[in-house]
């Protein structure tokens, strides 16, 4: 199994400015995903995020508001830029396994923007 | 693409009866399925998944799911209903083809009478 860490939990920030989330694994893994649930909605699949190479991003999700880093096989950052009331939701991390039919996810960071 | 459709916004049921919660997914190729519960201010907990051989799935928490594939359909159940199932559930859909990315249904919220 695999264990996702993903910092913040919890955050209340100001309209206009930009959050990192941390997500960590104590494992190596080829693909990270970020998620983001919005209050009362599904998860929507963000981007995918392969170690060394670009993020992909999945339709009506761009890379200047919502930059990714995958500096190694273990981490993975996902950046909130120019936050609005419309980005409050919660973000959450995923990977799968080798075999690919189990997903893990993290806790979640759940972001109010003020 | 993959899509997955859960018919039911809302359900309420009776604290001791039978619960089902539908699930209808389209995928080209062999699916995974998941099934997860989300309790308010609380993270994703996988229920089930499917991905291969028995098509009755046994989770966690007293539930199953049935994997049809000539109905597209991987419906949940439990048999006797506990006030702390009150939740939301989530149906999703993967494959190693796709790289464990999940596609997510839009949930079913279950409410619990006593």
């Known amino acids: 199994s695999a264990v996702i860490s993903q910092k913040p939990s919890r955050d209340i920030c100001q309209r206009g400015t930009s959050l990192t989330i941390q997500c960590q694994v104590d494992s190596q893994v080829t693909m990270m995903f970020w998620y983001r649930q919005q209050p009362g909605q599904s998860l929507t699949l963000i981007a995918t995020?392969?170690?060394?190479?670009?993020?992909?991003?999945e339709s009506g999700f761009v890379i200047d508001k919502f930059p990714i880093s995958r500096p190694n096989l273990t981490f993975s950052t996902l950046t909130v830029s120019n936050m609005s009331p419309e980005d409050s939701s919660i973000y959450l991390c995923?990977?799968?396994?080798?075999?690919?039919?189990?997903?893990?996810f993290g806790e979640g960071s759940w972001l109010t923007v003020v | 693409a993959q899509s997955v459709t859960q018919p039911d916004i809302h359900i309420t049921v009776s604290e001791g009866a039978s619960l089902e919660l539908r699930c209808n997914y389209s995928?080209?190729?062999?699916?995974?399925l998941f099934w997860y519960v989300q309790s308010p201010g609380q993270g994703l907990q996988l229920l089930l998944k499917?991905?291969?051989?028995?098509?009755l799935v046994q989770g966690i928490k007293g539930f199953e799911a049935e994997f049809k594939r000539s109905q597209s359909s991987f419906n949940l159940r439990k048999p006797s209903v506990h006030w702390s199932d009150a939740a939301e559930y989530f149906c999703a859909v993967g494959a190693q083809a796709a790289g464990n990315k999940l596609t997510f249904g839009g949930g079913t919220r279950v409410l619990v009478k006593p």
């Open positions: 995923s990977v799968g396994s080798r075999s690919g039919n189990t997903i893990y």
């Open positions: 499917y991905f291969s051989g028995d098509t």
């Open positions: 995020a392969n170690q060394g190479s670009e993020a992909t991003y």
């Open positions: 995928y080209g190729a062999t699916p995974y």
